[in-house]
């Protein structure tokens, strides 16, 4: 596990980090969705790594930590990420869960784990930016403190 921290430039209100999860086994595909994720310039995320579901089931074990967002690739070794995000689900039914696949025929097993969204590989930076487009509203409806605009 490696954790990121996504620094930007901070607002007058107070506001919080979006904490995420990523999970995939392959680390091209990681490292595409971290370059995503830097170009970002309007949120502040935090984002830890795991290459498997074990690792990142584990981790959460040890350190009670909940995430924001899950972002889990759905075809890996062992616990697949439907499988993991329905081991989560159990525990946090706040969880907000997005699946990163080349595989579409997952799609309507991650509906069964309340799935926010479900996106085709390659990674793209203009996939993630539309991703957190889209989920910044769902998180100002919750209530939750994050700030998205600088």
Known sequence: MH????????RRERTRMLRVAIC????RDVERLESALERLEHYHIQWDVFYSGEELIEYKKKCENDYDLY???????GINGIELAARIRKEDVRA?????T??????????D??????????????KVNELFNKIEPYFQNVNKE???KI
């Open 24 to 27: 995939d086994d392959s680390r």
């Open 102 to 111: 080349s595989h579409t025929e997952y799609a309507l097993s991650a509906i």
């Open 113 to 126: 784990v309340i799935t926010l969204a479900y996106i085709q590989k390659p990674i793209t930076p203009e």
């Open 96 to 100: 907000i869960f997005v699946f990163l």
């Open 146 to 148: 994050f700030s998205f």
């Open 71 to 77: 972002i889990f690739d759905v075809e890996m070794p």
């Open 3 to 10: 954790r990121v921290l996504l620094k930007v430039k901070r």
